[in-house]
């Protein structure tokens, strides 16, 4: 239940967790629809910082976990430099802040700030959930150089910034280092190729250990299995993101190689949700595919011999699925000149005190702060930093967590059901397309 929990109020997946809140993005009216005003800021960004009355400013996410306390901490230290804002930290199940911003903001009572999930971000600005902040980007001298590039470019919606990146939470190898020590494998030398990833779970077989449980799952096998399909040289959708393209031969080898590890012994068959995690922490397999977010649950196993670090390269080229926590602001009906400046001068702290945020187990997204000393002193969230190049997040299109639980549908119904690998993905891809020709009409005319 534990694991559970910190699953869903992550919400780390392009698939399910989205899904609510797109699909609720896709319906109703938003608050330009209902003819808003302008949410153009005629200020300086948030360059000048705040100077004007007191203001109160609602800020909705979904951290309700052990990550909370971290934002916080950020906030009451925002309180601390700035006597003239106050921002209320207003938390919510993810699924709850998908439904809840579309309506809110359409009915006029939608918070002034807000962290969504990058999978998002277009929909959201399809449907005038959130507004544009090329203002800010451009008072502040903010620049792609200044930032990962995946999660910088994945802000911007038909050339115009939606929003600005906080974090990437990309997969990790987890390991086990006492189960490594009972098949005789160095647990300070965790097997990062395919040969010595095959040789270390065929000695881990020999003891009887089952080292790599194959979730069927969207979370983390799905996400596992979006890795995987980008290291053996597919991708999820062709450039342009009008089709779906997880069923290409490089798919395919992907998919056998995961499959092979239930067919091999290396996994058990029709693993539950979350069982592989557990497994890794009572010592039942060496290793795991996982979320940064995992670093915190497995900290708390005071006795558990644990470490992580990047994805190890099976299918020949480095990739690792991720997904990007992005700040945004969404449309007024009545914008109130003061807040809109003052809200932006929050967003920009926020992001330049994201340090602090990484302690809750997250990449941060500006390099400076990533490259400080600050930030290497942390013991495993560098290691996940080591793959800022290589990390992979869906296209920036409207409805993409729709179209991506297609896929988490076929990988499901290939493990669970026993249903031909082939034409399963095959299907599917037909489906996924299908909604992404819908979604072009619905969003973009």
């Known amino acids: 239940m534990r694991t559970m929990s910190r699953r869903n109020l992550l919400g780390v997946s392009a698939g399910a967790l989205a899904l609510g809140g797109l699909s609720a993005c896709g319906g109703g009216k938003s608050a330009t629809d209902q003819g808003g005003g302008n949410n153009e800021a005629s200020g300086d960004g948030g360059k000048g910082g705040y100077d004007g009355p007191a203001v109160t400013l609602a800020f909705w996410n979904g951290f309700t976990g052990g990550d909370g306390a971290y934002m916080k901490k950020i906030v009451d230290a925002f309180h601390k430099e700035h006597d003239n804002i106050k921002v209320e930290f207003n938390t919510m199940q993810w699924s709850d802040f998908y439904t809840k911003l579309p309506t809110a903001v359409s009915s006029g009572k939608g918070p002034d700030i807000c962290v969504m999930h990058v999978d998002s971000v277009a929909t959201n600005a399809a449907r005038n959930v959130i507004q544009p902040l090329d203002d800010v980007a451009k008072a502040l001298d903010l620049k792609g150089e200044d930032f990962a590039e995946v999660p910088w470019k994945a802000g911007i919606y038909k050339d115009k910034r939606y929003s600005l990146p906080l974090d990437v939470h990309p997969l990790g190898f987890f390991y086990n280092k006492a189960v490594m020590e009972k098949a005789g ?13 095959m040789d270390a779970l065929d000695k881990l077989k020999g003891k009887g250990i089952k080292g790599h449980w194959a979730s069927p799952h969207l979370f983390t096998g799905g ?15 062709n450039d342009d993101a009008t089709e779906a393209t997880w069923n290409s031969p490089e798919a395919v ?3 056998e190689w995961w499959l092979g590890l239930v067919k091999d012994g290396h996994s058990p068959s029709k693993v539950a949700q979350d069982a592989d995690f557990i497994a890794l922490q009572n010592g039942e397999c060496a290793f795991n595919w996982n979320g940064i977010w995992a670093i915190n649950t497995l900290g708390e196993k005071k006795d558990l011999e644990w470490d992580v670090v990047r994805l190890p390269n099976i299918g020949g080229q480095d990739a690792a699925w991720s997904s990007s926590h992005q700040m945004a602001l969404p449309v007024q009906n009545k914008p109130d000149e003061n807040k809109q400046q003052a809200s932006r001068v929050f967003l920009n702290y926020v992001s330049e005190q994201s340090v602090e945020w990484a302690k809750g187990g997250q990449v941060p997204a500006r390099n400076e702060v990533r490259e400080s000393e600050e930030f290497k002193k942390l013991e495993h969230q560098p290691k996940f930093a080591e793959q800022i190049d ?3 997040f869906p296209p920036t299109i409207p409805g993409i967590g729709d179209v991506g639980a297609e896929f988490d549908k076929a990988l499901n119904n290939v493990m669970l059901g026993g249903k031909d690998l082939k034409s399963e993905l095959d299907a599917s891809v037909s489906r ?3 909604l992404l020709e819908a979604n072009r009409k619905k969003y973009e005319g």
């Open 185 to 197: 494998l160095d647990p300070e030398q965790p097997p990062m190729t395919f040969d010595a990833y």
């Open 390 to 392: 290589v990390l992979h």
């Open 223 to 237: 996400q596992s299995m979006q890795s995987l399909i980008y290291q053996f040289g597919g991708s999820m959708y």
């Open 253 to 255: 080898k992907a998919f």
């Open 432 to 434: 996924a397309n299908k």
